[in-house]
């Protein structure tokens, strides 16, 4: 999942080439008893993969999504239904609302560079922006082949949390 399809999407629609060579993955539960919610923060990612893996008969109300664009300053509200998927960069801020019946299941993944590098600077390509430290790749440089590659270097220690 990770190599055919998270990698290339998001060096395609998120400019991560460079920063996506490791993976972390982990599940959550929202249920109106405990973790019924999540506060602003943003991810310790280049590029978020969260996957609502509840079955089409599992209902639950509440729980949307809300993602905070910086540079129009406006929320974005997304319901997450069952067998949604919704991939965006670790630096957007975003928050659920509480679950206020039944559960939702979620798969998570991330994708980070070595030693948890992620992007810096610029939210609409990475690279253009001289605050751009660790790497210099714009997004109109990566090739096709590269977009579709593997990573070759070994899975690191280093691990989010």
Do not use: C
């Not at 089409?56 to 999504?65: A, L, N, R």
């Not at 210099?136 to 590659?149: F, G, I, Y």
């Amino acid at each position: 999942m990770m190599d055919r399809f998270m990698r290339p999407i998001a060096r395609l629609l998120l400019g991560t080439y460079g920063y996506d060579n490791q993976t972390f993955g982990f599940s959550i539960q929202y249920n109106p008893d405990k973790d019924k919610d999540l506060h602003a923060h943003t991810d310790a990612s280049a590029a978020t993969l969260n996957i609502n893996i509840n079955l089409p008969d599992e209902k639950f109300t509440g729980s949307e999504v809300d993602f905070y664009d910086k540079a129009s300053e406006k929320t974005v509200q997304a319901i997450f239904e069952p067998g949604k998927a919704i991939i965006h960069r670790g630096n957007v801020p975003h928050e659920t609302h509480p679950i206020t019946s039944g559960q939702r299941s979620n798969l998570v993944v991330w994708l980070y560079g070595d030693r948890m590098q992620i992007p810096r600077g610029s939210t609409s390509s990475y690279g253009n922006n001289s605050s751009d430290t660790i790497k210099d790749v714009a997004l109109e440089s990566v090739t096709p082949r590269q977009r579709w590659s593997l990573p070759d270097v070994p899975k690191d220690t280093v691990a989010p949390f």
